[in-house]
């Protein structure tokens, strides 16, 4: 979000972006920067903080807003009524930040009920308000007659307390035939001026050159300075001084005493006499370096003129220059490096601060502050405790560095009305320093008197999500007095939770039931409280009330949460064991043993248990039992990812079992008809199903039976068959097939199953019985009335006639149908068709 305003007097725009995030006492911090251009005018708008909170603008004053700066400098202004956060005072970025870029003033918004921090910050932007200036006026060189062309000689640079564009840009010089002036970048990134030779000296035509160098800086419009270079031109001096080393390094610490030798640099020069005394000085010295060391220009020894704050330069860079009384110097380099000391004791800031409270309260706010030390390292960081660790109160540690002081228990005014709090903060340098705040807090008084409850507050501990109506606890108060003077009724103050319920106990003594209205959510309101009155029945009445405390348990602070909500991944089911699945990964806000996350299988089943294993350190699953897709097609396993401080986080992992074609189809007989009658065709022999416990091609099936025999297979319902006869059967031709049934399936390789059944086809009457001859003779003995065809009781002639067997083999009984042979026809016709002969007779 970008806003602008015109700043009131001098018409500057006030410019600014910001990401401000409301932050409760616990939670992640996000900040919302400001930007304001310096030397506003003060009151000059910077922003609506309730249209960035996202609250009622009436809401800022309803909750106390406040705004706080460390160490309670007002930078900023708060207007409660419309909101609008202005800056207080004119701000000179110089003054606030030196050349420190960017300028940041941090800040916090503070809503004090219920308790609400904001971290923001303030970047104070530069503006071209201070022109270059050069520390000297005059600058003096020595530059020998003999310097060849092209020499350069190093100027001392100008300061510019702006920064960025608006520092120095570039050096220019005066017009001369003899030097220009080149600009450099040191290694601090500040520009220096070098002056070079273009053109050869001479002493007895000019003995000294006075030329003016301008600095100009970047800014719209630009700023310069000036100062004066004045050249002697001197007789030859052929040798430079050379530093035993070009560069130093020092380590001094802070609280080194003004006067401490830092360290002694040491040049030598060849030439003799006058050109060879050295004179040592600090070259292009910064106005801070300047105050803060001395060199002697003699012995080159470093020494402090100043006490050094590690907390505002840790590192000085010096240039140092030893000159010959000639023209010619040489320079080296000094690195100091400024160590830390515990010099600082931990500051308090009070930002709130609620100096009476009731004595049923129960962590009830009663100071919000914060904490600084402005050391670092060890001596910077900071332990916060209260110094009698038995009073009834705690510290709750919200924002970085903010801390709250609560109540830690109810209160009894009548047993002690007045507490007097020291707050002790000490560092961890050596020695340690400490800091310490103190704080009195009245006890106020409630009407405790009549009925009573046996503890001034209860805390109960519900979990979030229940079913209404759950009875969750009963408090009952104590009455001395009896009768109707003895507790009549209970009244709970007005809330959307509960309800109570009256009950008599058994000494006819009501008591309430607290009874849940609706489920608690501990997202939606982590806390609250109720009163709960005993009211007896005297005239006027007396009561007796108790605070009660509701905590919606949810440990859920910053738990883990993973990179995936859900994965899903595919394995065959013949993959070897200790094959790698997956590797799921969470992550976990907190710190310490509570970011160390350990992986496990959340409630999982047995199967799941035998199966797989997950690496509780890496998150890797792996399988440890054969996977079988027609056992199990897909596992869905709950991950669960539990932080040191017992917080967990869930992803749900789907393995998808790829089928395998390693099961042969099946056969499953219902029925059989077996043997079948040899004259019906299209008869039902066997019916039966097929399956395939694999999936896809490899489970779908070709069923067959061979083609060179009667009989074919016909489908109902899927995968179902009957085995029929394709045409009608003569058991006389062949009177028993056996028959293969064969059913593959489609995978890769494919497998088959056969099936075996033999049929018997079963005999009808459908052949008549046939003689092998056409004819047969026989011979007697006949009995009496077959022979006695002509009535004489012989057999004068020979007979012919159609007989029947009546049986199926040859021993079977025959009779006689019809005479066949024509000379005898008449006593053919005398036989009795119907006689029977058994056995006793031969034919041919």
């Not at 600095?215 to 630009?222: E, K, L, R, T």
């Not at 035993?244 to 080194?256: A, C, F, G, K, W």
């Not at 830690?408 to 320093?433: A, F, H, M, N, Q």
């Not at 209860?458 to 979030?464: A, D, G, I, S």
Request: proline share 5%.
């Amino acid at each position: 979000m970008e806003t602008g305003g015109k700043l009131l007097c001098r018409q500057r725009q006030v410019f600014f972006s910001f990401f401000l995030l409301g932050l409760s006492l616990v939670g992640a911090v996000e900040l919302r920067r400001y930007s304001v251009v310096e030397e506003g005018e003060g009151n000059s708008f910077v922003t609506n903080l309730a249209k960035d909170l996202g609250l009622e603008q009436k809401e800022l004053s309803r909750r106390g807003a406040k705004v706080i700066s460390k160490g309670n400098k007002m930078h900023l202004q708060l207007n409660q009524e419309t909101g609008d956060l202005l800056v207080n005072e004119k701000l000179d970025r110089e003054e606030l930040c030196g050349h420190t870029e960017p300028c940041v003033l941090r800040f916090q918004v503070l809503l004090e009920s219920p308790l609400e921090f904001f971290q923001a910050e303030l970047q104070v932007i530069d503006i071209n308000d201070h022109s270059p200036e050069f520390l000297d006026r005059e600058a003096l060189l020595k530059i020998s007659e003999s310097s060849a062309p092209g020499t350069t000689f190093p100027l001392k640079k100008a300061q510019d307390m702006d920064v960025g564009p608006n520092n120095i840009e570039n050096y220019v010089i005066s017009p001369n035939i003899y030097f220009r002036v080149l600009t450099r970048k040191g290694s601090d990134g500040k520009k220096y001026p070098e002056l070079v030779q273009d053109k050869a000296l001479d002493r007895e035509e000019e003995a000294e050159l006075r030329l003016t160098l301008i600095a100009q800086d970047g800014g719209s419009p630009p700023r310069s300075g000036t100062t004066q270079v004045h050249i002697e031109v001197a007789d030859t001096n052929d040798n430079a001084p050379e530093f035993e080393q070009p560069l130093y390094r020092v380590q001094i610490p802070e609280d080194s005493p003004i006067g401490f030798l830092v360290v002694a640099v040491s040049a030598t020069d060849v030439d003799l006499g006058v050109n060879g005394e050295i004179s040592y000085s600090l070259f292009q010295a910064s106005e801070d370096i300047s105050k803060t060391f001395e060199i002697n220009h003699l012995t080159g020894e470093i020494r402090l003129m100043d006490q050094l704050d590690f907390e505002r330069i840790e590192f000085y860079e010096i240039n140092v220059e030893a000159k010959d009384s000639g023209s010619f110097g040489g320079k080296c380099i000094v690195l100091i490096q400024v160590l830390d000391v515990n010099d600082h004791a931990p500051e308090v800031t009070m930002s709130t601060l609620t100096k009476s409270i009731p004595e049923n309260s129960h962590e009830t706010v009663v100071a919000v502050f914060s904490v600084s030390d402005l050391d670092s390292g060890e001596n910077g960081k900071i332990n916060c405790f209260i110094q009698d660790e038995h009073l009834p109160f705690l510290l709750k540690s919200s924002v970085e560095n903010f801390y709250t002081l609560l109540t830690d228990g109810p209160l009894d005014r009548e047993r002690k009305s007045e507490y007097k709090i020291t707050i002790t903060v000490t560092d961890l340098g050596t020695p340690r320093l400490k800091t310490q705040h103190n704080i009195t807090v009245q006890v106020s008084d409630v009407n405790d008197n009549a009925p009573t409850f046996t503890q001034t507050s209860y805390t109960l501990w519900v979990p979030e999500n229940n079913s209404p109506a759950l009875h969750i606890g009963t408090i009952s108060a104590k009455d001395l007095d009896v009768g109707t003077n003895t507790i009549k009724t209970y009244i709970i103050s007005p809330n959307s939770h509960f309800h109570t319920k009256m009950r008599v106990n058994p000494d006819n003594q009501k008591y309430p039931e607290l009874v849940l209205d609706k489920a608690l959510d501990y997202e939606e309101q982590p806390e609250f409280s109720f009163i709960l009155t005993a009211l007896d029945g005297g005239s006027p009445p007396r009561s007796g009330t108790v605070l009660v405390h509701v905590v919606v348990v949810d440990t859920n602070d910053n738990s883990p949460e993973f990179e995936q909500p859900f994965y899903e991944v595919k394995i065959p089911e013949n993959s070897i064991l200790g094959s790698l699945l997956v590797t799921v990964s969470a992550w976990d806000l907190d710190s310490g043993i509570n970011e160390e996350i350990t992986y496990t299988f959340s409630h999982a089943s047995e199967d799941i248990q035998k199966t797989f294993e997950i690496n509780q350190k890496s998150g890797e699953v792996r399988s440890t039992a054969p996977l079988d897709f027609e056992t199990i097609e897909s596992y869905s396993i709950i991950i669960q990812a539990t932080d040191g401080g017992g917080l967990f986080g869930k992803s749900t992992l789907k393995i998808q079992v790829m089928d395998v074609n390693d099961n042969a189809p099946e056969i499953a007989v219902s029925s059989i008809t077996n043997p079948i009658p040899e004259n019906s065709p299209e008869t039902v022999v066997m019916v039966f199903s097929i399956r395939d416990r694999d999936s896809g091609d490899n489970g779908r099936m070709i069923c067959s039976v061979p083609g060179d025999l009667p009989f074919v297979l016909k489908t109902s319902v899927k995968n179902y068959y009957t085995l029929e006869t394709e045409k009608t059967l003569d058991r006389e031709s062949r009177a028993e097939y056996n028959v293969t049934i064969t059913v593959t399936d489609l995978g890769t390789p494919r497998l088959k199953t056969q099936h075996n059944i033999t049929v018997q086809v079963s005999d009808v009457n459908d052949n008549a019985p046939t003689f092998t001859q056409t004819s047969y003779t026989l011979w007697g003995p006949f009995p009496g009335p077959l022979g006695d065809v002509s009535g004489t009781g012989t057999l004068s002639h020979s007979y012919r006639y159609e007989v029947c067997l009546t049986g199926g083999t040859a021993t079977s009984d025959f009779k006689f149908l019809k005479s066949v042979t024509s000379n005898h026809e008449e006593a053919g016709n005398d036989l009795e068709e119907n006689s029977i002969f058994v056995n006793g007779l031969g034919y041919n």
